[in-house]
Protein backbone atom coordinates (compact mmCIF):
# COMPACT_ATOMS: atom_id res chain seq x y z
CA UNK A 1 0.00 0.00 0.00
CA UNK A 2 0.98 3.24 -0.69
CA UNK A 3 2.07 5.38 1.98
CA UNK A 4 -0.45 7.71 3.18
CA UNK A 5 2.07 10.31 3.62
CA UNK A 6 3.25 10.23 0.04
CA UNK A 7 1.10 12.70 -1.13
CA UNK A 8 -0.12 10.35 -4.12
CA UNK A 9 -3.03 7.68 -4.09
CA UNK A 10 -1.61 3.84 -4.46
CA UNK A 11 -0.65 2.58 -7.77
CA UNK A 12 -2.12 -0.22 -9.11
CA UNK A 13 -0.57 -2.22 -12.42
CA UNK A 14 -3.25 -3.96 -14.80
CA UNK A 15 -2.87 -6.45 -17.18
CA UNK A 16 -5.34 -6.79 -20.00
CA UNK A 17 -6.96 -6.64 -23.59
CA UNK A 18 -7.53 -2.91 -25.22
CA UNK A 19 -11.47 -2.86 -25.39
CA UNK A 20 -12.59 0.01 -27.64
CA UNK A 21 -16.20 0.15 -26.66
CA UNK A 22 -14.69 1.60 -23.00
CA UNK A 23 -17.30 -1.50 -21.53
CA UNK A 24 -14.51 -4.30 -20.03
CA UNK A 25 -10.95 -4.53 -20.45
CA UNK A 26 -8.33 -2.35 -20.35
CA UNK A 27 -10.59 0.77 -20.35
CA UNK A 28 -12.78 -0.73 -18.08
CA UNK A 29 -9.87 -0.91 -15.22
CA UNK A 30 -8.62 2.01 -15.85
CA UNK A 31 -12.00 4.10 -14.88
CA UNK A 32 -12.40 1.35 -12.00
CA UNK A 33 -9.47 2.04 -10.53
CA UNK A 34 -9.33 6.03 -10.98
CA UNK A 35 -13.01 6.04 -9.66
CA UNK A 36 -12.23 4.18 -6.07
CA UNK A 37 -9.29 6.36 -5.48
CA UNK A 38 -6.00 5.02 -6.97
CA UNK A 39 -3.69 5.92 -9.98
CA UNK A 40 -3.87 3.01 -13.07
CA UNK A 41 -0.57 1.81 -14.74
CA UNK A 42 -1.52 -0.10 -18.06
CA UNK A 43 0.18 -2.66 -19.53
CA UNK A 44 -1.77 -3.70 -23.04
CA UNK A 45 -1.86 -7.31 -23.82
CA UNK A 46 -3.98 -7.44 -26.96
CA UNK A 47 -6.05 -5.22 -29.28
CA UNK A 48 -9.66 -6.21 -29.64
CA UNK A 49 -11.64 -5.38 -32.09
CA UNK A 50 -15.56 -5.52 -30.19
CA UNK A 51 -18.50 -3.08 -29.73
CA UNK A 52 -21.44 -3.90 -26.99
CA UNK A 53 -22.66 -6.91 -28.97
CA UNK A 54 -19.10 -8.88 -29.05
CA UNK A 55 -15.66 -9.53 -30.18
CA UNK A 56 -15.19 -9.61 -33.30
CA UNK A 57 -11.31 -10.28 -33.24
CA UNK A 58 -8.35 -9.99 -31.24
CA UNK A 59 -4.77 -9.93 -31.96
CA UNK A 60 -2.19 -10.52 -29.07
CA UNK A 61 0.79 -8.08 -28.34
CA UNK A 62 4.29 -9.55 -28.75
CA UNK A 63 5.46 -10.75 -25.37
CA UNK A 64 8.86 -8.76 -24.84
CA UNK A 65 6.77 -6.01 -25.63
CA UNK A 66 4.37 -6.59 -22.81
CA UNK A 67 7.21 -8.12 -20.37
CA UNK A 68 8.76 -5.03 -21.81
CA UNK A 69 6.01 -2.30 -20.79
CA UNK A 70 5.67 -4.37 -17.43
CA UNK A 71 9.34 -4.24 -16.54
CA UNK A 72 9.74 -0.56 -17.28
CA UNK A 73 6.73 0.90 -14.81
CA UNK A 74 8.14 -1.44 -12.37
CA UNK A 75 11.50 -0.20 -12.12
CA UNK A 76 9.99 3.10 -11.85
CA UNK A 77 7.42 3.17 -9.87
CA UNK A 78 6.14 1.35 -6.32
CA UNK A 79 2.88 -0.62 -7.11
CA UNK A 80 0.47 -1.73 -4.27
CA UNK A 81 -1.73 -4.39 -6.39
CA UNK A 82 -2.19 -6.20 -9.42
CA UNK A 83 -4.80 -6.86 -11.55
CA UNK A 84 -4.61 -9.56 -14.75
CA UNK A 85 -7.56 -9.71 -17.26
CA UNK A 86 -7.30 -11.48 -21.17
CA UNK A 87 -3.87 -12.02 -21.25
CA UNK A 88 -4.24 -12.75 -24.84
CA UNK A 89 -1.67 -15.64 -25.78
CA UNK A 90 -0.04 -18.44 -23.63
CA UNK A 91 3.59 -16.51 -24.62
CA UNK A 92 2.07 -13.78 -22.23
CA UNK A 93 0.76 -15.80 -19.53
CA UNK A 94 4.43 -16.88 -19.42
CA UNK A 95 6.25 -13.43 -19.59
CA UNK A 96 3.88 -12.03 -16.97
CA UNK A 97 4.16 -15.08 -14.39
CA UNK A 98 7.57 -14.46 -15.39
CA UNK A 99 7.49 -10.68 -14.69
CA UNK A 100 5.46 -10.86 -10.89
CA UNK A 101 7.14 -13.68 -9.20
CA UNK A 102 9.98 -10.82 -8.46
CA UNK A 103 7.14 -9.29 -6.43
CA UNK A 104 5.44 -11.76 -4.13
CA UNK A 105 4.34 -9.32 -2.07
CA UNK A 106 2.35 -7.45 -3.92
CA UNK A 107 -1.30 -8.81 -3.90
CA UNK A 108 -2.25 -10.17 -7.19
CA UNK A 109 -6.12 -10.47 -8.42
CA UNK A 110 -6.40 -12.85 -11.69
CA UNK A 111 -9.82 -12.20 -13.54
CA UNK A 112 -9.44 -15.31 -15.31
CA UNK A 113 -11.54 -14.10 -18.18
CA UNK A 114 -12.06 -16.85 -20.64
CA UNK A 115 -14.54 -15.92 -23.02
CA UNK A 116 -16.80 -13.04 -23.51
CA UNK A 117 -20.33 -12.57 -22.44
CA UNK A 118 -21.18 -13.39 -26.13
CA UNK A 119 -19.13 -16.55 -25.70
CA UNK A 120 -16.41 -15.58 -27.73
CA UNK A 121 -13.55 -17.81 -26.49
CA UNK A 122 -10.57 -15.93 -24.96
CA UNK A 123 -8.54 -18.89 -24.31
CA UNK A 124 -7.90 -22.52 -25.23
CA UNK A 125 -6.68 -25.16 -23.59
CA UNK A 126 -2.70 -24.49 -23.36
CA UNK A 127 -3.54 -20.68 -22.53
CA UNK A 128 -5.77 -22.52 -19.98
CA UNK A 129 -3.49 -24.69 -18.56
CA UNK A 130 -0.50 -22.00 -18.34
CA UNK A 131 -2.74 -19.68 -16.63
CA UNK A 132 -3.70 -22.19 -14.15
CA UNK A 133 -0.19 -23.50 -12.98
CA UNK A 134 1.87 -20.46 -13.74
CA UNK A 135 -1.05 -17.41 -12.17
CA UNK A 136 -3.05 -19.00 -10.20
CA UNK A 137 -0.07 -20.22 -7.88
CA UNK A 138 0.75 -17.16 -7.41
CA UNK A 139 -2.54 -15.26 -7.30
CA UNK A 140 -3.81 -13.47 -3.74
CA UNK A 141 -7.31 -13.91 -4.86
CA UNK A 142 -8.89 -15.50 -8.49
CA UNK A 143 -12.18 -14.15 -9.02
CA UNK A 144 -14.08 -16.34 -11.66
CA UNK A 145 -17.72 -16.73 -12.61
CA UNK A 146 -18.86 -20.63 -11.63
CA UNK A 147 -18.40 -21.81 -15.68
CA UNK A 148 -14.62 -20.12 -15.24
CA UNK A 149 -14.42 -21.75 -11.72
CA UNK A 150 -14.84 -25.59 -13.54
CA UNK A 151 -12.74 -25.04 -16.46
CA UNK A 152 -9.83 -23.65 -13.96
CA UNK A 153 -10.34 -26.86 -11.32
CA UNK A 154 -11.05 -29.45 -14.77
CA UNK A 155 -14.19 -30.32 -13.67
CA UNK A 156 -14.62 -31.14 -17.40
CA UNK A 157 -18.18 -33.30 -16.22
CA UNK A 158 -19.91 -30.47 -14.16
CA UNK A 159 -20.70 -32.75 -11.06
CA UNK A 160 -18.15 -31.44 -8.23
CA UNK A 161 -20.09 -28.74 -5.91
CA UNK A 162 -18.10 -24.95 -6.50
CA UNK A 163 -16.95 -25.70 -2.72
CA UNK A 164 -14.93 -28.71 -4.30
CA UNK A 165 -13.72 -26.77 -7.06
CA UNK A 166 -12.44 -23.38 -5.24
CA UNK A 167 -10.68 -25.84 -2.62
CA UNK A 168 -8.85 -27.09 -6.18
CA UNK A 169 -7.74 -23.73 -6.80
CA UNK A 170 -6.80 -22.80 -3.19
CA UNK A 171 -4.58 -26.36 -2.93
CA UNK A 172 -2.66 -25.17 -6.24
CA UNK A 173 -1.56 -21.84 -4.05
CA UNK A 174 -3.51 -19.03 -4.20
CA UNK A 175 -5.10 -17.37 -0.91
CA UNK A 176 -8.31 -16.68 -1.91
CA UNK A 177 -11.15 -17.81 -4.41
CA UNK A 178 -14.20 -15.14 -4.94
CA UNK A 179 -16.73 -17.45 -7.10
CA UNK A 180 -19.49 -15.39 -8.62
CA UNK A 181 -23.16 -16.13 -9.53
CA UNK A 182 -24.28 -14.10 -12.26
CA UNK A 183 -24.32 -17.64 -13.93
CA UNK A 184 -26.12 -19.60 -11.75
CA UNK A 185 -29.83 -19.96 -11.62
CA UNK A 186 -30.66 -18.19 -8.67
CA UNK A 187 -33.15 -15.95 -7.41
CA UNK A 188 -30.31 -13.95 -6.29
CA UNK A 189 -26.96 -13.31 -7.03
CA UNK A 190 -24.58 -15.14 -4.49
CA UNK A 191 -20.73 -14.26 -4.80
CA UNK A 192 -18.74 -16.94 -2.48
CA UNK A 193 -15.18 -15.86 -0.50
CA UNK A 194 -13.11 -18.68 -0.26
CA UNK A 195 -10.23 -19.49 1.77
CA UNK A 196 -8.38 -22.74 2.63
CA UNK A 197 -10.36 -22.66 5.87
CA UNK A 198 -13.66 -23.23 4.01
CA UNK A 199 -16.36 -20.63 3.40
CA UNK A 200 -15.33 -17.18 4.53
CA UNK A 201 -17.97 -15.11 3.28
CA UNK A 202 -21.21 -15.33 0.96
CA UNK A 203 -22.86 -11.80 0.13
CA UNK A 204 -26.49 -11.94 -1.80
CA UNK A 205 -26.99 -9.31 -4.35
CA UNK A 206 -30.40 -8.90 -6.02
CA UNK A 207 -30.09 -10.38 -9.44
CA UNK A 208 -30.85 -6.94 -12.30
CA UNK A 209 -32.21 -7.74 -15.65
CA UNK A 210 -30.55 -7.39 -18.38
CA UNK A 211 -26.73 -8.18 -19.94
CA UNK A 212 -23.60 -6.20 -18.69
CA UNK A 213 -20.60 -6.09 -20.89
CA UNK A 214 -17.60 -5.54 -17.83
CA UNK A 215 -19.02 -6.63 -14.66
CA UNK A 216 -16.62 -8.90 -14.05
CA UNK A 217 -13.92 -6.52 -15.04
CA UNK A 218 -15.16 -4.16 -13.08
CA UNK A 219 -15.43 -6.38 -9.95
CA UNK A 220 -11.68 -7.20 -10.05
CA UNK A 221 -10.63 -4.16 -10.35
CA UNK A 222 -12.13 -2.49 -7.55
CA UNK A 223 -10.88 -5.76 -5.07
CA UNK A 224 -7.12 -4.87 -6.40
CA UNK A 225 -7.89 -1.14 -5.45
CA UNK A 226 -9.54 -1.89 -2.21
CA UNK A 227 -6.27 -4.10 -1.48
CA UNK A 228 -3.92 -1.17 -2.78
CA UNK A 229 -6.00 1.22 -0.44
CA UNK A 230 -5.29 -1.75 2.59
CA UNK A 231 -8.41 -3.18 3.10
CA UNK A 232 -8.48 -6.23 5.09
CA UNK A 233 -9.68 -9.71 2.23
CA UNK A 234 -13.11 -9.60 3.61
CA UNK A 235 -13.83 -6.07 3.67
CA UNK A 236 -12.15 -5.47 0.20
CA UNK A 237 -14.18 -8.88 -1.34
CA UNK A 238 -17.46 -6.96 -0.02
CA UNK A 239 -16.97 -3.41 -0.69
CA UNK A 240 -15.48 -4.46 -4.15
CA UNK A 241 -19.37 -6.11 -4.51
CA UNK A 242 -21.06 -2.93 -3.40
CA UNK A 243 -19.38 -0.71 -5.96
CA UNK A 244 -19.74 -2.99 -8.39
CA UNK A 245 -23.80 -3.24 -8.28
CA UNK A 246 -23.83 -0.27 -8.02
CA UNK A 247 -22.97 0.71 -11.05
CA UNK A 248 -24.92 -1.92 -12.74
CA UNK A 249 -27.58 -0.39 -10.84
CA UNK A 250 -27.13 2.49 -12.77
CA UNK A 251 -25.78 1.00 -16.24
CA UNK A 252 -26.29 2.19 -19.59
CA UNK A 253 -27.21 0.97 -22.84
CA UNK A 254 -25.50 3.14 -25.46
CA UNK A 255 -25.10 1.32 -28.22
CA UNK A 256 -27.20 -1.83 -29.61
CA UNK A 257 -25.85 -4.70 -27.45
CA UNK A 258 -25.11 -5.05 -23.55
CA UNK A 259 -25.50 -2.47 -20.96
CA UNK A 260 -22.37 -1.12 -20.22
CA UNK A 261 -22.15 -0.35 -16.10
CA UNK A 262 -21.83 3.23 -14.62
CA UNK A 263 -18.45 3.37 -13.30
CA UNK A 264 -18.57 6.79 -12.31
CA UNK A 265 -22.08 6.70 -10.86
CA UNK A 266 -21.21 8.87 -7.79
CA UNK A 267 -20.54 11.98 -9.55
CA UNK A 268 -23.22 11.76 -11.41
CA UNK A 269 -25.76 10.96 -8.28
CA UNK A 270 -23.91 13.83 -6.34
CA UNK A 271 -24.66 16.10 -9.49
CA UNK A 272 -28.32 15.46 -9.53
CA UNK A 273 -28.32 15.30 -5.55
CA UNK A 274 -29.29 11.39 -5.40
CA UNK A 275 -28.32 8.93 -2.77
CA UNK A 276 -29.60 5.95 -3.86
CA UNK A 277 -28.40 2.22 -3.17
CA UNK A 278 -31.22 0.56 -2.63
CA UNK A 279 -30.14 -2.99 -2.80
Not at 131 to 151: A, D, F, G, K
Not at 152 to 168: K, P, R, V
Not at 240 to 250: E, G, H, I, K, N
Not at 263 to 278: P, V, Y
Request: charged share 20%; glycine share 8%.
Amino acid sequence: MADAESGFPPLVLTFAASDPSGGAGMQADLLTLASMGCHPLSVITAITVQDSLGVEAVMAIDADWVADQARCLLEDMAVSAFKMGVLGSTEIVTVVAEVVSDYPDIPLVLDPVLASGRGDEFAGEEMLAAIRELLVPQSTIVTPNIHELRRLAEDDEGDADLAECAQHLLDSGCEYVLVTGTHDNTAEVVNSLYHRGGLLRADSWRRLPGSYHGSGCTLASALAANLARGLEIGDAAYEAQDYTWQSLVRAYRPGMGQFIPDRLFWARDSANGSNDDER
